[in-house]
């Protein structure tokens, strides 16, 4: 993965990430549980005050969320990752798994712009979201960790 500099290393990041989170008392431990439960708290929780810290919040979950992906399923970060023009990740960041591609930010942005009720929570984006539900018309037919499961 080409990167800018030591600090847009995603893989450093998340760590940084996870750290960050386990002080506020979520438990981001690179689990799939952490992704189930921990990631919905902080998407209720840590409300961004302005486009700056909203900008923030999303490269930092595309961070522990991407990293998290690669650690348990194998795949790899792909791309450039951004920690300061996070909205860039949005192009340009991906996670690859056997010829499959995703963008771990697409969710996070969709979210923060238009909110739960219309992108649901993020534990349904990972198991049953298809590509009828929300704005983020995507390939999920049965939710991301399925798909990912069936490029193994």
């Known amino acids: 993965m080409k990167k800018l500099n030591e600090e847009d290393d995603p893989k450093q990041i998340a760590k940084k990430v996870s750290e960050k989170y386990l002080r506020k008392g979520y438990k981001l431990d690179f689990s799939i549980e952490s992704l189930e439960k921990e990631v919905d708290k ?16 999303v490269a930092e979950l595309t961070a522990y969320f991407g990293e998290t992906i690669c650690r348990i399923f194998g795949a790899r970060w792909k791309g450039v990752y951004y920690i300061e023009n996070s909205g860039m990740n949005f192009y340009c960041c991906k996670i690859k798994k056997n010829g499959f591609e995703f963008s771990p930010s697409h969710f996070f942005g969709y979210y923060l712009s238009n909110g739960k009720n219309s992108e649901g929570s993020f534990k349904d984006y990972l198991y049953v979201r298809d590509n009828s539900e929300g704005i983020l018309k995507d390939f999920l037919g049965g939710g991301l960790i399925t798909k990912i499961k069936s490029v193994e």
């Open 42 to 57: 902080i998407l209720e929780n840590e409300i961004p005050k302005d486009g700056v810290a909203s900008g923030k919040l």
